[in-house]
């Protein structure tokens, strides 16, 4: 079976933070590949094609505003079900309840906010990630 790539972002939040190196010390820790990394400060029309499935939802607003208040890190990453791995290595989505050991359970805060700022974003499935990389690589 070839390889699996999936998309990470390092949201706004991990990036003001100063949790980038962390965060990709524990992705690198667990074996997985960088393919590619970038900066970007994506336009909300990149984040409508990527957050498509949540239009309509009470926290899109706020979340496409979340994630053009400051740049993200686009990561290609590969190995072995990445994709499921990396979903596991980030935790849940609400950090106050994510597992303690993954990136939300142990350095996501809960700010009260109307969206979560969880810190990294992870594909869902295989044509998830075939989709997000083309949206945010291209
Ligand atoms: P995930 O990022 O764990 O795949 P998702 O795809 O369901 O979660 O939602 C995308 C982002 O939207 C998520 O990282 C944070 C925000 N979000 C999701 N559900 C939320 C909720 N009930 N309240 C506030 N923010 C939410
Ligand atoms: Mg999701």
Redesign the pocket.
Known sequence: MPTEETLVLVKPDGVARGLTGAILARIEAKGYALVDIRLVEPDRERLEKH?AE?AGKP?YEP?LEFMQSGPSVAIRLAGNRVIEGFRSL?G??DPTTAAPGTVRGDLGRDWGL???Q?LV??S?SPESAARELGIWFG
Do not use: K
């Open positions: 957050y949540h926290f979340l980030a849940t989505t109307a969206v979560q969880n974003h992870g869902d």
